[in-house]
């Protein structure tokens, strides 16, 4: 998938864990993007990045923190799990020309 | 706040059958409007971009045409393939160009 890594590809949390969902890049892009996807939906904004130290929220950031030390890396946290939180996330890069998405992450909270 | 529509939301047509799927959004100030195809568990592949200057685009049996103004897109399909069996989501890039809002998608089935 146009050289976006996501891991894991499954898991499943219990009400109140925490994770980290791992987005890793290697076609140098600025921007990258959280999306998660329920049922039947599109996808919505998370959280996106335009470059190393940079993050602002999407349309639906809460519950989720993200961080952004390196061009390479956009890692996606969910601190205290909810099952609200179940869903499949996707992680995009890209430009105002194009995006590329990973193969994304299915979320399943117990 | 720019939202986006599609409809229909599903779509069964037999095989060879042409098609038009269509897109709305509310807001007129984006950058750019993209057409994705999701298959079943899987990612999204980018099939067309449109950019807001720009009227249609084409790649083989696809057509994408966008009038801004209307605030509708469509995608036609020609002579359609059991293979085109997916869902289909239109995303708009908002004229910041860090934001893309996607609808929620048109699953197409095709029939053999």
């Known amino acids: 998938n146009a050289g976006v890594t996501q891991t894991p590809k499954f898991r499943i949390l219990k009400i109140g864990q925490s994770m980290t969902l791992q987005c890793t890049q290697d076609?140098?892009?600025?921007?990258m993007y959280w999306y998660r996807q329920d049922p039947g939906m599109g996808l919505k904004l998370i959280y996106y990045?335009?470059?190393?130290?940079?993050?602002d929220k999407g349309e639906v950031p809460n519950g989720y923190n993200v961080s952004r030390s390196t061009t390479e890396d956009f890692p996606l946290r969910l601190e205290l799990a909810a099952p609200s939180q179940t869903s499949v996330y996707f992680c995009g890069i890209g430009s105002t020309d194009t995006q590329y998405f990973g193969p994304g992450t299915r979320l399943t909270v117990l | 706040k720019q939202e986006v529509t599609q409809i229909p939301a599903a779509l069964s047509v037999p095989e060879g059958e042409n098609l038009v799927l269509n897109c709305s959004f509310t807001d007129s100030a984006i950058y750019n409007l993209q057409w994705f195809r999701q298959d079943p568990g899987k990612g999204l592949t980018s099939l067309l971009l449109i950019q807001s200057s720009q009227r249609e685009q084409t790649s083989g049996r696809l057509n994408a045409s966008l009038d801004k103004s209307s605030g509708r897109s469509t995608l036609y399909i020609a002579a359609s393939q059991p293979g085109d069996s997916a869902t289909y989501l239109c995303a708009v890039t908002t004229s910041g160009g860090f934001k893309t809002i996607f609808g929620a998608g048109t699953r197409l089935f095709v029939k053999a």
């Open positions: 076609m140098n892009h600025n921007y």
């Open positions: 990045s335009v470059g190393a130290g940079i993050t």
